[in-house]
């Protein structure tokens, strides 16, 4: 793996971190209610499909909410909501903690296999490292040679194409 985290990953443990508030529910008509909850929740899970309705999605009334506050009441709707938050807060922190855990496993395998590597190599004789030593050397050496050719090539094509194409240009003007 190159190191970063997986987007699959990523996605699955914030799709849990979303909360969708339909506000203004009083004003929908009671034989209304099914098929617009039904329309909200097939848009949702088009858009957001890791989408859970029965918590991420409420449905409330701010209008009846606040009545009920100041009757001294929380209401139904109020309370959906702030256990709603609840869960999302807490679902951040479990999805943070995941990725968190995630990455710092990967970092101390990468760890581990420079550790063994690194022990491996120690007890190789002299002789067998300057070996190795030289044979990466004079493998650089060769590429370094073939970048300079391949480069050389490269300038070539591309003059012989720039001239293709004003050759074409100065045709259609």
């Not at 590429?143 to 004003?166: G, N, P, T």
Request: aromatic share 8%; proline share 3%; hydrophobic share 40%.
């Amino acid at each position: 793996e190159d190191g970063n985290l997986s987007l699959d990953i990523q996605e699955r443990l914030l799709s849990k971190c979303a909360l969708f508030v339909c506000n203004k529910w009083d004003t929908v008509p009671e034989k209304d209610v099914r098929p617009v909850k039904n329309e909200v929740t097939e848009k949702l899970k088009r858009v957001w499909p890791g989408v859970d309705p029965d918590s991420q999605i409420i449905y409330m009334s701010t209008t009846r909410a606040s009545y009920a506050q100041s009757l001294g009441v929380i209401s139904e709707d109020f309370s959906s909501l702030m256990e709603g938050l609840r869960s999302l807060v807490l679902q951040s922190i479990e999805a943070k903690l995941e990725l968190h855990w995630e990455w710092l496993y990967k970092l101390l395998s990468r760890i581990f296999i420079q550790a063994k590597v690194f022990v491996k190599n120690a007890f190789k004789s002299p002789k067998k490292i300057e070996e190795r030593l030289a044979k990466t050397l004079n493998g650089l050496v060769a590429i370094e040679k073939d970048q300079s050719k391949v480069m050389k090539d490269l300038r070539k094509r591309f003059e012989e194409q720039v001239d293709i194409v004003v050759h074409q240009l100065s045709h259609h003007l």
